[in-house]
């Protein structure tokens, strides 16, 4: 027992101040590629190697034209955008803090008018998506937040995910992330819970049990989707076996990209969820 003491006195506190200092983030992480859309000379083989479809290259006002769509809800962080752009408009960054409760706010686009070969002549327009009927649905749902603010119980659904968002979710109750230093609990029923944290693309067999976990679970309640399956199906898309996003079969209140999302990424779209990082909704 005195070891174990000593032992705990020598290593002093693990736990990070994230949210109230910046995440500590290797340089290697891999976060949110940044898309410098006016030196962009040609989308084409971004969107070939994008696993996901994040990526789609269109048809514009006419046929002269091209939009290029990046869908960060659907992007799995994986660099190979950045790898076959060597004009340098695509940048993998550390940058995690990307949850939402708007769906519409991870999309950009932008319209280019086209060389004879096909590269980007020139930028036309940038844009960024406005405010919508969902993000007023969010701004509703202030009430639920401050209800929740101050303690909160959270279910996990996995709804047919690969447990790599489990494994992230897992850590944010170890030492280092100590998640219940906000006042927030696991728990083991949705009848205890204010907040359903769902994982995966919704396959067809969880599709009900989703659904009735939802039902059971009391109001005000909040609903976060995690991960890139969480908000559109991902990389498994819709199919036979998969719903896709969880908001295809359920309300969803905040949007957590990531493949998986870190640890921090995860705790700062549920303090978003609940209002306590009213001053960075976006
Ligand atoms: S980082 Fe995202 S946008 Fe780029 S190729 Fe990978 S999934 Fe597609």
Redesign the pocket.
């Known amino acids: 027992m005195f070891k174990i003491l000593q032992k705990a006195l020598a290593t002093g506190i693990a736990t990070v101040a994230y949210p109230d200092v910046p995440a500590v983030v290797s340089p290697h992480f ?1 976060g949110r ?1 940044e898309f410098d859309f006016a030196s962009w000379r040609d989308a084409r083989p ?1 969107a070939e ?4 479809g ?2 789609l290259v269109g048809q514009a006002l006419s046929p002269a034209n091209r939009r290029v769509t ?1 869908d960060y809800g ?9 790898d076959v752009s060597p004009d340098g408009a ?1 940048r ?1 960054t550390t940058e995690f803090e990307l949850a939402t409760h708007n769906r519409a706010r991870l999309i950009r686009a932008a319209d280019y008018s086209l060389n004879a070969d096909g590269t980007h002549q020139r930028l036309i327009a940038e844009y960024e998506a406005e405010a919508t009927a969902e993000e007023a649905g969010g701004k509703v749902s202030e009430a639920i937040r401050n209800t929740l603010g101050r303690s909160l119980a959270i279910r996990q659904v996995d709804a047919g995910s690969c447990n790599g968002c489990e494994m992230e979710i897992v850590a944010l109750n170890n030492p280092i992330h100590d998640i219940e230093r906000f006042g927030i609990q696991f728990v083991a029923s949705p009848r205890h819970a204010d907040m359903l944290l769902v994982t995966g693309p919704v396959t067809r067999n969880m599709e009900l049990a989703l659904q009735k976990t939802y039902a059971a679970t009391p109001d005000p309640k909040v609903i976060v989707a995690v991960g890139a399956c969480g908000i559109s199906g991902g990389i498994f898309g819709t199919n036979y076996a998969s719903r896709g996003g969880v908001d295809a079969t359920i309300p969803v209140d905040v949007y957590i990209p990531g493949c998986p999302p870190r640890p921090e990424a995860l705790l700062y779209g549920i303090l978003l969820a609940v209002g306590r990082l009213a001053e960075k909704v976006r």
Request: net charge positive; with cysteine; glycine share 4%.
């Open positions: 891999r590629p971004a190697v994008c696993p996901t994040a990526i990046v659907l992007c799995v962080f994986c660099g190979q955008c950045a695509v993998v």
